[in-house]
């Protein structure tokens, strides 16, 4: 995780990866969170064919007995593994609040991140 900086020299590698430490743990979530979430993300590739097939079945059944025998069907699938539940986390800091989906990180580590320079084309705005 920490070995995405490779062009910057030695001596600024490592300052980078102490930034990057210091920050991750002030800002870390729980790590019971954080796997929760990769549990999440596994039932979700898990089951999602099974869960579209379910779906589709619902849209062309006619009577009200068929769809409750599919929409049973629907209920034996974990709950986890729907896309709903899923959250977004830094992958920094697992923070979940925050999250800029265009970087993949929360809003305290992109702004270190951005006064350190290490997220090319990001500049602070002023006018």
């Known amino acids: 995780m920490l070995l995405f900086f490779y062009s910057i020299d030695i001596v600024g590698?490592?300052?980078?990866?102490?930034?990057?430490?210091?920050?991750?743990?002030?800002?870390?979530?729980?790590?019971s969170m954080i796997q929760r979430e990769k549990k999440r993300e596994r039932l979700i590739t898990k089951y999602s064919s099974k869960r579209e097939d379910i779906k589709e079945q619902l849209k062309t059944v006619k009577s009200f007995k068929?769809?409750?025998?599919?929409?049973k069907k629907l209920e034996k699938i974990p709950r986890n593994s729907s896309p709903t539940r899923h959250r977004n986390r830094c992958w920094?800091?697992?923070?979940?609040?925050?999250?800029?989906?265009?970087?993949?990180?929360?809003?305290?580590?992109?702004?270190?991140?951005?006064?350190?320079?290490?997220?090319?084309?990001?500049?602070?705005?002023?006018?």
């Not at 068929?66 to 929409?71: G, P, Q, S």
């Open 13 to 31: 590698k490592v300052d980078i990866i102490l930034l990057i430490n210091s920050i991750a743990k002030i800002l870390m979530a729980k790590q």
């Open 66 to 71: 068929e769809r409750v025998e599919i929409y």
């Open 92 to 127: 920094v800091t697992g923070r979940s609040r925050g999250f800029y989906k265009d970087f993949g990180l929360s809003r305290h580590v992109l702004r270190e991140m951005a006064h350190e320079g290490l997220i090319p084309g990001l500049v602070k705005s002023s006018w």
